[in-house]
């Protein structure tokens, strides 16, 4: 088992910037991916955002590219959020990639972006 406490979320006014981070305990999860995922009101959960334990790979929505970084220091998650918008209002998830897929989930935390 693998629990994921994420933390971080705030209010900002757009153009500012919040950082996530997301602690793992439990089951060691250096040899899986991990990722930051989000749901907005009224709408499916989406992919922000993922990397694996050597930070060889990461991938981003295009959405977020150039504006959002992830990185990962041993059992620790962050995503660096910078010039934010209202459209990136939303509860932000971070979870882990087994051979089953995302199977491990944080908690959540709310991100509200005004304009």
């Known amino acids: 088992q693998v629990h994921l406490v994420t933390s971080g979320g705030g209010s900002v006014q757009a153009g500012g910037s919040l950082r996530l981070s997301c602690a793992a305990s439990?089951?060691?999860?250096?040899?899986?991916?991990m990722g930051w995922f989000r749901q907005a009101p009224g709408k499916e959960r989406e992919f922000v955002a993922s990397i694996v334990w050597t930070s060889t790979s990461i991938l981003y929505a295009e959405s977020v590219k150039g504006r959002f970084t992830i990185s990962r220091d041993n059992a620790q998650m962050y995503l660096q959020m910078n010039s934010l918008k209202p459209v990136d209002t939303a509860v932000y998830y971070c979870?882990?990639?087994?051979?089953?897929?995302?199977?491990?989930w944080g908690q959540g935390t709310q991100v509200t972006v005004s304009a």
């Open positions: 979870a882990v990639q087994t051979s089953r897929g995302y199977e491990y």
């Open positions: 439990g089951r060691p999860v250096s040899g899986y991916r």
